[in-house]
């Protein structure tokens, strides 16, 4: 069976106006809505724009400002670091002349010690504690607290320059991150919305944690200048220090060495004079010596021409005595002859004594040779030591201030 197909409804005539009253309402509807929406997105557009270009130029200007600020504060870095540099090359010369005042030092330092060992080698009574060895001792001690002194200074030196390169570190660390900052902020100043290499990066637009204030930014700096001009000018005033300290231990060791020299030469003066009074002497004594052995050859010559006279009256008196009987006369030749060997042996007795004393004299006196001859050979000695040896090496001493 056949399906029957059932017509479309019919509208009527007013239905079908209504519709298209319908229409054409809701298409001025969203023409006059488009419209609205056109006029909208142009004053947005514009509005935009203009917020877009006052803020660019805004951030330029701020550029520009961050960029003085910088240079500002490089200029203020960079004038303290060449300051803080030259101050470290001016101290370290100043600590270089603490070095070879120090060096300069061990050369008297030594000759002092030696003296004072060469004078141990005086032998006998010149070995005495007489002046020289005093300011010797006194120069020895003056030497070690002038080294003692320099090389506190040395120290004191050594950790200013510590000082001092810490501050550079830390100003050249600045300046560097400066420069670094700088170049950033140049390369941005230079940007426009038309140049190559721009891109997106999602998270940009933040404010690092990590970030400082601009107060903190400049309180950074400040401390580091600050701190550098401290040390600048602790090093400024520890070089016054050492240049006053070199200059005393110089004039205090000059002195001293001039005090020793004058005391030396006086004592070479000294012992010179006694030894030649001792030489005088001993010139005397030799000459005495002689005189007492031609004394004593004179006396045993005289004792010895004494014999032969003694003999003769010896040998008269025995031969008398053989006279016979009554003529063993006590007459006057008799008397005479007994008399006559009284006398010699009187004179031979008196001789002997006197060769005696004679020969002890001459005894003491060369004893008093050998004594005098001991004597000059300790001033020889001790001349030696102080002309020869201690003067010898005292005028190599150059004592300057370095």
Same mark, same amino acid.
């Given at each position: 069976?056949?399906?029957?197909?059932?017509?479309?409804?019919?509208?009527?005539?007013?239905e079908?106006?209504i519709?298209?009253?319908?229409?054409?309402?809701?298409?001025?509807?969203?023409?006059a809505a488009?419209?609205?929406?056109?006029?909208?997105?142009?004053?947005?557009?514009?509005?935009?724009?203009?917020t877009t270009?006052?803020t660019q130029r805004?951030?330029?200007?701020?550029?520009?400002?961050?960029?003085?600020?910088i240079?500002?504060?490089?200029k203020?870095v960079d004038? *303290?670091? !060449? =300051?803080?540099?030259?101050?470290? &090359?001016?101290?370290l010369? +100043?600590?270089?002349?603490?070095?070879?005042a120090? @060096?300069a030092?061990?050369?008297?330092?030594?000759?002092?010690?030696?003296?004072?060992?060469?004078?141990?080698?005086?032998?006998?009574i010149?070995?005495?504690?007489?002046?020289?060895?005093?300011?010797?001792?006194?120069?020895?001690?003056?030497i070690?607290?002038?080294?003692?002194?320099?090389m506190?200074?040395?120290?004191?030196?050594d950790?200013?320059?510590?000082?001092?390169r810490?501050?550079?570190?830390?100003l050249e660390?600045?300046?560097?991150?400066?420069?670094?900052?700088?170049?950033?902020?140049?390369?941005?100043?230079?940007?426009r919305?038309n140049?190559?290499?721009?891109?997106?990066?999602?998270?940009a637009? *933040?404010? !690092? =944690?990590n970030?400082v204030?601009? &107060?903190?930014?400049?309180? +950074?700096?400040?401390?580091?200048?600050?701190?550098? @001009?401290?040390?600048?000018?602790?090093s400024?005033?520890?070089?016054?220090?050492?240049?006053?300290?070199?200059q005393?231990?110089?004039?205090?060791?000059?002195k001293?060495?001039?005090?020793?020299?004058?005391?030396?030469?006086?004592?070479?003066?000294?012992?010179?004079d006694?030894?030649?009074?001792?030489?005088?002497?001993l010139s005397?004594?030799?000459?005495?010596?002689?005189e007492?052995?031609?004394?004593?050859?004179?006396?045993?010559?005289?004792?010895?021409?004494?014999?032969?006279?003694?003999?003769?009256?010896?040998?008269?008196?025995?031969?008398?005595?053989?006279?016979p009987?009554?003529?063993?006369?006590?007459?006057?030749?008799?008397?005479?002859?007994?008399?006559?060997?009284?006398?010699i042996?009187?004179?031979?007795?008196?001789?002997?004594e006197?060769?005696?004393?004679s020969?002890?004299?001459l005894k003491?006196?060369?004893r008093?040779?050998?004594?005098?001859e001991?004597?000059i050979?300790?001033?020889?000695n001790s001349?030696?030591?102080?002309?020869?040896e201690?003067?010898?090496?005292?005028?190599?001493?150059?004592?300057?201030?370095?």
């Open positions: 069976m056949a399906k029957v197909v059932q017509p479309p409804p019919k509208f009527t005539h007013p079908w106006n519709s298209n009253q319908m229409k054409y309402g809701n298409a001025e509807a969203e023409r488009a419209e609205r929406l056109v006029e909208e997105s142009k004053r947005l557009v514009d509005e935009t724009d203009k270009d006052k805004d951030v330029n200007k701020k550029l520009d400002q961050r960029l003085n600020e240079k500002y504060w490089e203020e004038d *303290k670091l !060449d =300051a803080i540099k030259k101050e470290t &090359d001016n101290l010369a +100043f600590r270089t002349r603490v070095e070879k120090i @060096e030092c061990k050369e008297p330092l030594h000759i002092a010690q030696q003296c004072l060992a060469n004078r141990q080698n005086r032998r006998g010149d070995l005495v504690h007489d002046d020289p060895e005093k300011e010797l001792i006194k120069e020895v001690e003056v070690q607290g002038a080294l003692a002194l320099l506190r200074t040395k120290e004191q030196a950790e200013q320059l510590r000082l001092n810490k501050a550079k570190y830390n660390k600045d300046l560097k991150d400066k420069f670094l900052a700088r170049s950033i902020d140049e390369t941005n100043a230079e940007l919305t140049s190559a290499g721009l891109r997106f990066k999602p998270g637009a *933040k404010i !690092d =944690a970030s204030t601009p &107060d903190e930014w400049e309180d +950074f700096s400040n401390v580091n200048i600050l701190e550098a @001009e401290k040390q600048r000018q602790n400024v005033n520890l070089r016054s220090a050492i240049d006053g300290i070199l005393a231990t110089a004039n205090d060791m000059k001293q060495n001039e005090t020793v020299d004058i005391s030396l030469e006086r004592r070479i003066a000294e012992t010179r006694a030894k030649e009074k001792l030489e005088d002497h005397k004594v030799l000459k005495q010596i002689t007492v052995e031609d004394n004593i050859d004179h006396l045993q010559k005289a004792i010895s021409d004494k014999e032969a006279p003694l003999k003769l009256a010896h040998t008269r008196l025995d031969n008398r005595s053989e006279r009987n009554v003529e063993l006369c006590r007459d006057p030749v008799q008397y005479r002859l007994v008399e006559e060997v009284d006398l042996e009187t004179s031979v007795s008196r001789l002997i006197q060769l005696a004393e020969q002890d004299a003491a006196l060369i008093r040779q050998l004594d005098l001991e004597d050979a300790v001033k020889a001349l030696f030591i102080d002309e020869t201690c003067m010898g090496m005292r005028k190599s001493i150059n004592i300057q201030a370095y």
